[in-house]
């Protein structure tokens, strides 16, 4: 069966601190891979997306980048975070064609920006 | 771009009844649209996919609608439970050539028992 993993679950970090979030998933290959933000009060709002590896695309300019050295593996990071980046972060997988199937979601990290 | 509204941001129901989210998108009619269960500190999970050919779709006690005319989707949760408290979220293609999912703010429902 498929599974998705996503650390850490928590972090805080301060000011103008890099960040590394990592997800990988397990039991497929070729996935659809995405990153959502969710911001308190707000709903998920999708950062960026890949349909293979170095494949990256960007929904909303920012300080955050995404790359995918593996095909089963999506970084987030940040050379420098801003507090406005404080957010659930959320990664999730779909088959190829994702608007046919549902998409998994990771358990989150939890990020506040200090 | 496409915009989606649940214009209930909570619902309060008592155990036993039915539950009923709305879910209303402002342009363009989507082939898909999904719901999602979000609890507290977690991430989404997937419920239900219905598709613009068909009316109604059903899961156990969960049911949705989907009227293209009116560019709505309804859940329903029949028999609801305390279980059954949870964010549910409304997601559809947003548009693009990966057709990626966008999401509504969602519709926190709390069942008393």
């Known amino acids: 069966s498929q599974t998705i993993h996503q650390w850490p679950a928590t972090l805080v970090q301060p000011v103008g601190s890099p960040l590394s979030l990592e997800c990988t998933v397990e039991?497929?290959?070729?996935?659809?891979l995405y990153w959502y933000r969710q911001a308190a009060g707000r709903g998920l709002q999708l950062l960026f997306y890949?349909?293979?590896?170095?494949?990256i695309s960007s929904e909303v300019p920012q300080n955050l980048s995404a790359s995918r050295p593996q095909d089963r593996q999506f970084i987030l990071s940040s050379k420098k975070l801003l507090l406005s980046d404080s957010g659930f972060y959320l990664c999730?997988?779909?088959?190829?064609?994702?608007?046919?199937?549902?998409?998994?979601f990771g358990s989150g990290t939890r990020l506040t920006v200090v | 771009s496409q915009k989606i509204e649940q214009n209930s941001e909570a619902l309060n129901i008592q155990e036993g009844k039915t539950a009923t989210l709305t879910c209303n998108y402002t342009n363009y009619s989507p082939a898909y649209l999904q719901w999602y269960r979000q609890d507290p500190g977690r991430g989404p999970v997937f419920l239900l996919l219905?598709?613009?050919?068909?009316k109604e779709k059903r899961k156990e006690r969960l049911k949705v609608t989907f009227d293209t005319t009116l560019k709505q989707s309804l859940f329903h949760i029949t028999a609801s439970q305390p279980a059954d408290s949870a964010t549910y979220l409304c997601a559809l293609e947003g548009g693009g050539s990966q057709g990626n999912l966008i999401f509504g703010k969602g519709t926190k429902l709390s069942v008393k028992p």
């Open positions: 219905i598709r613009e050919n068909e």
């Open positions: 999730a997988w779909a088959p190829g064609r994702g608007m046919l199937y549902g998409y998994t």
């Open positions: 890949s349909v293979g590896i170095g494949q």
């Open positions: 039991g497929t290959s070729n996935p659809n």
